[in-house]
C-alpha cells in the first residue's frame, strides 16, 4: 500500500503567532493575511511571516517621518489619530494592514515564480510579474492615502 502526501496540505503545522508592531501601527496577524488574500497551506506559516515582517518593516520605514510628526502632535498610536470627516473609521487600519499585505504579497509572488526548473517556471515567473507590480501598486497608493498625497506624481521635464 503505497501513501500519497500533498505538498502543502499538512494541517498540523502549527497556527501563525501575531507580529508585535513598533507600538504606532497595529500588530500583524498571519492568518487574517492568508485569508484576505486567499494564500493556502502551500506557503507555510514561516515564510508567510517572514514576508510580512519585511513588509512590515518596509512600510513602517516609508511611513517613519509621517508616524514621527503625529506622535510629535500628540498621537501616540494609530488608534488615537483623529479621522477625516469623509473618512470611515478604520481607515487607518485599513490602508496599513493594505499596504502590509500588498507588500508581502508581492514578495511572494517574487519567491514562488521560480518553483521549479522547467521552461513553464520562466512562463510562470512572466505572468506573476504583472499581479507582484499590481500589489507593489496597492501597497504605494495605500501609503499615498495614509499620508494625504495624490497616488501619481508628475514632473515637468
Keep these: 500500500m503505497s501513501s500519497f502526501i500533498s505538498a502543502g496540505t499538512n494541517s498540523s503545522e ?3 503567532t501575531t507580529i508585535e508592531n513598533n507600538g504606532f501601527w497595529p500588530m500583524i496577524q498571519p492568518s487574517d493575511f492568508r485569508e484576505t488574500h486567499r494564500l493556502d497551506t502551500t506557503i507555510t506559516n514561516a515564510r508567510i511571516e517572514t514576508a510580512l515582517k519585511a513588509a512590515m518593516a518596509t512600510v513602517n520605514r516609508v511611513l517613519r ?3 514621527q510628526a503625529k506622535v ?8 488615537s489619530l483623529p479621522i477625516p470627516v469623509w ?3 478604520e481607515v487607518f487600519n485599513v490602508l496599513y ?3 502590509v499585505y500588498s507588500t508581502a504579497h508581492a514578495s511572494l509572488l517574487e519567491y514562488y515564480a521560480d518553483y521549479d526548473a522547467t521552461n513553464s517556471a520562466r512562463e510562470r515567473g512572466e505572468n506573476l510579474q504583472d499581479p507582484a507590480d499590481g500589489y ?3 501597497a504605494a497608493w495605500a501609503i499615498s492615502e ?7 506624481t508628475v514632473e515637468l521635464i
Excluded at 74 to 79: E, K, V
Excluded at 146 to 152: C, F, L, M, Q, V
Design 87 to 89: 473618512q470611515s473609521p
Design 65 to 67: 517621518h509621517w508616524q
Design 136 to 138: 507593489r501598486r496597492d
Design 72 to 79: 510629535e502632535a500628540g498621537y501616540p498610536t494609530m488608534a
Design 14 to 16: 502549527t497556527e501563525a
Design 97 to 99: 494592514l493594505r499596504a
Design 146 to 152: 495614509i499620508e494625504g498625497r495624490p497616488h501619481s
